[in-house]
């Protein structure tokens, strides 16, 4: 359902995932200007996806298949909601390897106890992959809907026990590299296959948004706009922009816009000092590349592949099998295909 307009905007390079599940669900773009074009880039978290097979393929996905099963990893990126880009930036000590997350985290829905299961494991995978990349020297940047509001002063009605849930448990975590063991609580985002992530004793991540704004009350990002929470601002903070505590002196500023209107959320945004290193071409993934907007000529024999085939193949097949039986008793000569072009 991917339109050209949308997919190629003039002036930047488009990265999308898309769910696998159902259409009009989930799902994230990036776009990217010349001057920071990826050198790498990939859908989801696991690295199972086609996007990350290639040659370019981003790699460091150490103990992510002894912590899930195959079944989970597929599960877990199968609704489209991660984009990871890796960028070469310049910077007053050298080149550096940036990676960005551009995610939209699942939603714990109080009616279906098992999405709060996949969210808390989609946590851990992502937090799983970004330390994998930290440990191999990247500098991490995660940014989009993390879906959980992380403190009291995030929320427009902090009700009781709102520290304790899992989910913001798990922000405590990858924010202040806190874990607290409560056993009547779900863990889980927890890792269990190695010790080698919880050996930090200084924060992980920062969010960059309270860096700036430590007190900065009623600051929120999302509201329920059927019930017109936007007018009177009764929101929550769930966007952010999180990077690596190795970023912290290049990050400018960070603020977010509630004035820009057009969905249920307002834009996040975040000015890094850095310069980019771009490649000569984007990564093989790029959108542009997408078979339906490469702008190459399909040959005819391409709809026959025994791989291609269409919907309409069956239905021709359908449609013919009546005559098949009198085939056989006469043998019809095969036609010319440029008889199926009528003269005027």
């Not at 669900?25 to 074009?37: I, L």
């Not at 990676?99 to 808390?120: G, M, Q, S, W």
């Not at 002063?153 to 924010?175: A, N």
């Not at 005559?323 to 019809?332: C, N, P």
Request: glycine letters at 4%.
């Amino acid at each position: 359902m991917l339109d050209e307009p949308t997919a190629l905007i003039e002036g930047y390079t488009s990265y999308f995932a898309f769910s696998r599940k159902k259409t009009g669900y989930s799902g994230v773009a990036t776009y990217v200007k010349p001057e920071f074009m990826p050198i790498k880039a990939e859908e989801g978290l696991s690295g199972i996806l086609p996007s990350a097979q290639t040659h370019e393929k981003i790699g460091c996905l150490e103990n992510i298949e002894e912590e899930f099963t195959a079944d989970e990893l597929k599960a877990l990126d199968a609704e489209g909601r991660c984009v990871l880009t890796i960028h070469e930036i310049s910077t007053e000590n050298g080149i550096q390897q940036l990676a960005v997350f551009n995610v939209y985290c699942p939603r714990a829905d109080p009616d279906l106890p098992d999405r709060l299961t996949f969210k808390l494991k989609f946590y851990k995978l992502m937090e799983m992959r970004a330390r994998n990349l930290l440990k191999n020297g990247y500098w991490v940047l995660i940014n989009g809907d993390i879906n959980t509001s992380h403190r009291e002063i995030d929320h427009c009605d902090p009700y009781e026990d709102f520290s304790q849930t899992p989910s913001r448990k798990w922000m405590g975590h990858i924010l202040f590299n806190k874990v607290e063991d409560d056993d009547d609580l779900s863990q889980d985002w927890k890792i269990n296959s190695t010790n080698d992530y919880d050996d930090a004793e200084e924060p992980i991540f920062l969010d960059t948004f309270r860096h700036f704004w430590p007190e900065r009350k009623e600051a929120f990002t999302c509201w329920n706009t059927k019930s017109n929470c936007r007018a009177n601002n009764f929101g929550t903070r769930i966007d952010y922009i999180l990077t690596c505590k190795e970023m912290q002196s290049f990050i400018v500023q960070c603020d977010i816009w509630p004035e820009i209107e057009g969905s249920d959320h307002c834009p996040v945004y975040a000015e890094l000092k850095v310069k980019g290193k771009p490649p000569t071409k984007p990564p093989l993934y790029c959108t542009k590349n997408f078979q339906e907007f490469s702008g190459q000529q399909q040959k005819l024999s391409a709809y026959f592949s025994s791989h291609n085939k269409r919907k309409w193949d069956q239905e021709e097949s359908e449609s013919s099998s009546e005559t098949s039986t009198a085939g056989i008793k006469k043998k019809i000569k095969q036609k010319d295909i440029s008889n199926f072009f009528m003269k005027k």
